[in-house]
T-cell receptor, first 110, second 115 residues
Framework: QQPVQSPQAVILREGEDAVINCSSSKALYSVHWYRQKHGEAPVFLMILLKGGEQKGHEKISASFNEKKQQSSLYLTASQLSYSGTYFCGTAKTSYDKVIFGPGTSLSVIP | KAGVTQTPRYLIKTRGQQVTLSCSPISGHRSVSWYQQTPGQGLQFLFEYFSETQRNKGNFPGRFSGRQFSNSRSEMNVSTLELGDSALYLC??????????????FGQGTRLTVV
């Protein structure tokens, strides 16, 4: 089942912060975050695993609440380069497929 | 290190025809997953292959099939094309057998248009 992302779209000015949320109705093993810029392939940002392990890029932060089956991606001091569509993907077990949400469109303006 | 290569990049087919898309993963990666991307639908999972075996399958009709070769290259086939199959088809490769806890690298995709 596809995870739910919120908001659907957000517009920020440079330097502002944003939070993108991802939630699932099922218990999760892992949450994955990717960013896709227009006309480009999705690029990996972070993986959050059940139990607290995180793997990702240093400048990106995220949280994973296992009990609530929710994850949030935190974008601080946004830059123009942060613009794109952010996808969260979830998996129920360690051998399950990754199902992605519909995406959150983020636009950073000067 | 070369990235994930998908061919062709663009394809126009007529309704009822069939099509084969190709994906060459990063050298050393053994897992390949396929996704269909359409506006508003995000990335819809098609299937995942690891070491020539299909490990997971999404909720697509049997017209969508795939395979993986011994060199990890993967192909996806869609038979009896419908207008609704028009989409960007992305493949992603990863090192591990479990796609869930490793970083996946996406190709640029194949843009399929069915007329």
């Amino acid at each position: 089942q596809q995870p739910v992302q919120s908001p659907q779209a957000v517009i920020l000015r440079e330097g502002e912060d944003a939070v993108i949320n991802c939630s699932s109705s099922k218990a999760l093993y892992s949450v994955h975050w990717y960013r896709q810029k227009h006309g480009e392939a999705p690029v990996f940002l972070m993986i959050l695993l059940k139990g607290g392990e995180q793997k990702g890029h240093e400048k990106i932060s995220a949280s994973f609440n296992e009990k609530k089956q929710q994850s949030s991606l935190y974008l601080t001091a946004s830059q123009l380069s942060y613009s794109g569509t952010y996808f969260c993907g979830t998996a129920k077990t360690s051998y399950d497929k990754v199902i992605f949400g519909p995406g959150t469109s983020l636009s950073v303006i000067p | 290190k070369a990235g994930v290569t998908q061919t062709p990049r663009y394809l126009i087919k007529t309704r009822g025809q069939q099509v084969t898309l190709s994906c060459s993963p990063i050298s050393g990666h053994r897992s390949v997953s396929w996704y269909q991307q359409t506006p508003g639908q995000g990335l819809q999972f098609l299937f995942e292959y690891f070491s020539e075996t299909q490990r997971n399958k999404g909720n697509f009709p049997g017209r969508f099939s795939g395979r993986q070769f011994s060199n990890s290259r993967s192909e996806m086939n869609v038979s009896t094309l419908e207008l609704g199959d028009s989409a960007l088809y992305l493949c992603a490769s990863s090192f591990g057998s479990q796609n869930v806890d490793t970083e996946a690298f996406f190709g640029q995709g194949t843009r399929l248009t069915v007329v």
